[in-house]
């Protein structure tokens, strides 16, 4: 099974300023990756996927990077709507697997 | 647009089970499958497994394997998890996913995974004596 690993595990980050997100594979899923926004109360929505294209209707404001093992996820300036759980999600290999999780929060 | 909808909550005792609907709608039920991930309180996601639509092929975790089983009824275009003998354990939000088929082996296994998206409101499952 490929693990994936999200860290931090929580970043505080003031409105308008840059997040940035990583997601490791413990092997190359090449651009295999999604990631994921998880709102408090609702159900993961998908954000970005093949590593750096979004998904429909998600704003310009996310970015996503990297292939093989290591993954960025950049949120330009934070809106008060983009604090939430992201989860990154390799597909390479059946059944495709989740990271654990960033919790970004107001700082 | 593209959604799926999933039945409401549950409250079930330890032993019973719970059969989960989530219906699709806004495109073609059968050129997708639909994946089932599940999320215990304060914890991360849990693919729980697939089925096909277009042929009722299933994959499933392997520790959910013989509790659980997923089917679709294309004529509503709905799919269904059921899961058995609960335990406090499987206390979770439930969701659907809709998913592309993957190719499968020759042995019935898909060879690769992809991206969820919609994804199901989520159904609540408690499971509490």
């Known amino acids: 099974e490929i693990v994936m690993t999200q860290s931090p595990a929580t970043l505080s980050v003031s409105p308008g300023e840059r997040a940035t997100l990583s997601c490791r594979a413990s092997?190359?899923?090449?651009?295999?990756l999604a990631w994921y926004q998880q709102k408090p109360g609702q159900a993961p929505r998908l954000l970005i996927y093949g590593a750096s294209t979004r998904a429909t209707g998600i704003p310009a404001r996310f970015s996503g990077s990297g292939s093989g093992t290591e993954f960025t996820l950049t949120i330009s300036s934070l809106q008060s709507e983009d604090y939430a759980v992201y989860y990154c999600?390799?597909?390479?290999?059946?059944?495709?697997?989740f990271g654990q999780g960033t919790k970004v929060e107001i700082k | 647009q593209v959604q799926l909808v999933q039945s409401g909550a549950e409250v079930k005792t330890p032993g019973a089970s719970v059969k989960v609907s989530c219906e699709a709608s806004?495109?073609?039920?059968?050129?997708?499958?639909i994946s089932w991930v599940r999320q215990a309180p304060g914890q991360g996601l849990e693919w729980m497994g697939w089925?096909?639509?277009?042929?009722?092929?299933?994959n499933y975790a392997q520790k959910l394997q013989g509790r659980v089983t997923m089917t679709t009824d294309t004529s509503t275009s709905t799919a269904y998890m059921e899961l058995r003998s609960l335990r406090s354990d499987d206390t979770a939000v439930y969701y659907c996913a809709r998913v592309l088929n993957p190719a499968t082996s020759s042995f019935g296994v898909p060879t690769r995974a992809y991206w969820l998206d919609p994804w199901g409101q989520g159904t609540l499952v408690t499971v509490s004596s």
């Open positions: 806004g495109y073609t039920f059968t050129t997708y499958g």
């Open positions: 089925i096909s639509a277009y042929n009722g092929n299933t």
């Open positions: 092997q190359s899923v090449s651009s295999n």
């Open positions: 999600q390799q597909y390479i290999k059946w059944p495709g697997t």
